[in-house]
């Protein structure tokens, strides 16, 4: 069913805002280190050669040189500083299957969040994510590369407005995507991802719920369950920029081809689509069914993380870059590691609460 309403701001939010950092707490706990030698060589070449050998099919050898020093520096480092780097699905092939440790969406992020046993993580991807890594451990050192890597959904609403939704709708429960702050996860009841988001809203048990902040996977969700759904106007600035028309010249140039979107998308660009999933299900998706030619409806390193593994499937455009997940580079994550750069801070009473909303999620009964 369509969803029962769509509320939000009068005046639409700009994406970008640089969330607040803390000041050098990380620096004076571990201490800078000083920077390592970056030239390109031969040792370098021999020690890096089976990391290049995971993305040679999508990173030209011409970009190699520049790499690998970064990469054999950060490598080294981890085990220094006893860190692992979380690496969200649209990184760049050099940082998702070179430095990182994990690899996933926001839902396998977390779940990894809860397992880490490092004392340093890194979050390679926007600033939320890092948020919701400090949440699930209060007790640890969270650094994010560039404090400015925001997120058009987790700035399209604040707590106030989850509160303001509440006294206008009293007693409905809220379900928060994970794209948002701390702040608006803690007035909320569940948090979930573009991965569960059907199986959050119907484990409520209730006829009714708010769910924010995109209202494309709030339409994606009501069009899949009979529970009503009220929407947040909020958006991602990279799914919204799709368009059905643009998929269905694709397919009439090619019928042949598979079609994979991200929920985050316009209904009009599901409707064209032969499957919509998060970014986790899609990878499975492509695994699983190897089409010939794929177009993944999502960010653009996504398709290169999967053609490096996948050689033999060919990945067509479109795609649209993420200009926040972009911010991240391995020399940012060099520096981070360096000098324990920028360290992400959580208000305690806060991060108690969202992290209720988040721990909800994560132990709910599948
Ligand atoms: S792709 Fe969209 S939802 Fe993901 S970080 Fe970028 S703006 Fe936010």
Redesign the pocket.
């Known amino acids: 069913m369509p969803v029962l309403d769509i509320v939000g701001p009068l005046t639409a939010r700009q994406?970008g805002r640089p969330p607040a950092a803390s000041g050098s707490a990380a620096l004076r706990k571990f201490g800078a280190r000083p920077m390592p030698p970056l030239e390109w060589n031969a040792e370098v070449e021999r020690d890096t050669a089976h990391l290049y050998a995971r993305i040679q099919n999508v990173v030209p050898s011409v970009e190699w040189p520049f790499f690998a020093p970064y990469v054999r520096a950060i490598n080294a480092l981890k085990k220094e500083r006893n860190a692992v780097i979380l690496a969200h699905n649209?990184q760049t092939p050099e940082i998702y299957h070179c430095v990182a440790d994990f690899v996933g969406d926001s839902l396998q992020h977390a779940r990894e969040a809860t397992k880490v046993k490092a004392d340093v993580i890194v979050q390679a991807g926007?600033h939320f994510m890092a948020e919701t890594a400090k949440i699930l451990n209060p007790d640890k050192t969270v650094l994010i590369p560039d404090v400015r890597a925001g997120?058009?959904?987790?700035e399209a609403i604040t707590g106030e407005d989850v509160r303001l939704l509440r006294e206008r709708f009293p007693g409905v429960p809220v379900v928060t995507y994970v794209?948002t702050s701390a702040e608006v996860k803690a007035e909320s009841d569940i948090t979930c991802t573009s991965s569960n988001a059907l199986q959050v809203v119907e484990s409520l048990g209730v006829d009714k719920v708010i769910f924010v902040p995109d209202q494309y996977l709030a339409k994606y969700v009501a069009s899949q369950t009979k529970v009503k759904i009220i929407a947040w106007k909020g958006s991602?600035?990279?799914?919204e920029r799709f368009t059905g028309d643009e998929l269905s010249l694709i397919r009439s140039n090619d019928p042949s081809v598979q079609i994979i979107a991200h929920p985050?998308c316009p209904p009009d660009v599901i409707a064209a689509s032969d499957f919509t999933g998060s970014t986790a299900h899609m990878i499975d998706w492509v695994r699983k069914n190897r089409p010939k030619r794929v177009v993944l409806v999502t960010?653009c390193s996504m398709a290169d993380n999967v053609a490096a593994e996948l050689p033999d499937v060919e990945f067509t455009r479109p795609c649209n870059l993420?200009p926040?997940?972009k911010r991240i580079t391995l020399p940012k994550i060099l520096d981070s590691l360096l000098n324990m750069k920028e360290e992400v801070v959580v208000d305690p009473a806060i991060a108690e609460k969202a992290r209720r909303a988040v721990e909800r999620m994560i132990y709910m009964k599948s």
């Open positions: 994406p649209y926007v997120c058009s959904l987790a794209n991602c600035e990279v799914h985050e960010e993420c926040h997940m």
